[in-house]
Nanobody, 126 residues
Framework: QVQLVESGGGLVQPGGSLRLSCAASGNIFSNYAMGWFRQAPGREREFVAAISWNGGRTAYADSVKGRFTISRDNAKNTLFLQMNSLKPEDTAVYYC???????????????????WGQGTQVTVSS
């Protein structure tokens, strides 16, 4: 089992940047494929980015490709999401998620994830 805690959200102007972090505890972090998802009011939770257990493979939603970068530091049990060129439509609660995996897969399906954090609010507004 793994516990996940997100941080780094806040209010930012359009065009600005934020870096989200997800601290993991309770089990070996490198045993998990990780992902970021987001949920805006009145909408379903949607895939943002995913990374394999060793960081060797990544995947992004088309809406964030070229603007967001997912990374991980297995030595520090931490997942990151660097968000640049933010737009108002990026406003949402952002969640990190973990799934046990040893096959260097990126997992984009929300239903495939086992563990979730509590979320951090990102608001993009002038």
């Amino acid at each position: 089992q793994v516990q996940l805690v997100e941080s780094g959200g806040g209010l930012v102007q359009p065009g600005g940047s934020l870096r989200l972090s997800c601290a993991a505890s309770g089990n070996i972090f490198s045993n998990y494929a990780m992902g970021w998802f987001r949920q805006a009011p009145g909408r379903e939770r949607e895939f943002v980015a995913a990374i394999s257990w060793n960081g060797g493979r990544t995947a992004y939603a088309d809406s964030v490709k070229g603007r967001f970068t997912i990374s991980r530091d297995n030595a520090k049990n931490t997942l990151f999401l660097q968000m640049n060129s933010l737009k108002p439509e990026d406003t949402a609660v952002y969640y990190c998620a973990a799934r046990p995996d040893f096959l260097e897969r990126v997992v984009t399906n929300r239903e495939a994830y086992t563990y979730w954090g509590q979320g951090t609010q990102v608001t993009v507004s002038s």
